[in-house]
Nanobody, 124 residues
Framework: QVQLLESGGGLVQAGGSLRLSCAAS????????MGWFRQAAGKEREFVAA????????YYADSVKGRFSISRDNAKNTVYLQMNSLKPEDTAVYYC?????????????????WGQGTQVTVSS
């Protein structure tokens, strides 16, 4: 069982930056691939970024490539999402998720555990 808690969301102006954190419980965090997804009001939850268990493989949605960066610190049981050059269309609730599967990480169905989400609002 893995419990996930996101933090770091908030209100930021367009062009600004935020860093989201996701703290995981459990001693097996390092064996899980981690993902970030987001859900805007009235829209489906969509993939943002993912990272394999060892941090070597990272994956991004086209809409955030070059602006967002995912990383992890297995010693701290934490995964991060650095978001730069934020746009109003990045406004959403951001969720982190965990899976033992190390492939197909852009698909929601691969993930077994989800956090409660943190709101990110980007004003124009």
């Amino acid at each position: 069982q893995v419990q996930l808690l996101e933090s770091g969301g908030g209100l930021v102006q367009a062009g600004g930056s935020l860093r989201l954190s996701c703290a995981a419980s459990g001693r097996t965090f390092s064996s899980y691939a981690m993902g970030w997804f987001r859900q805007a009001a009235g829209k489906e939850r969509e993939f943002v970024a993912a990272i394999r268990w060892n941090g070597v493989g990272t994956y991004y949605a086209d809409s955030v490539k070059g602006r967002f960066s995912i990383s992890r610190d297995n010693a701290k049981n934490t995964v991060y999402l650095q978001m730069n050059s934020l746009k109003p269309e990045d406004t959403a609730v951001y969720y982190c998720a965990a899976t033992r599967v190390q492939y197909g990480l852009e698909y929601r169905g691969k993930y077994d555990y989800w956090g409660q989400g943190t709101q990110v609002t980007v004003s124009s």
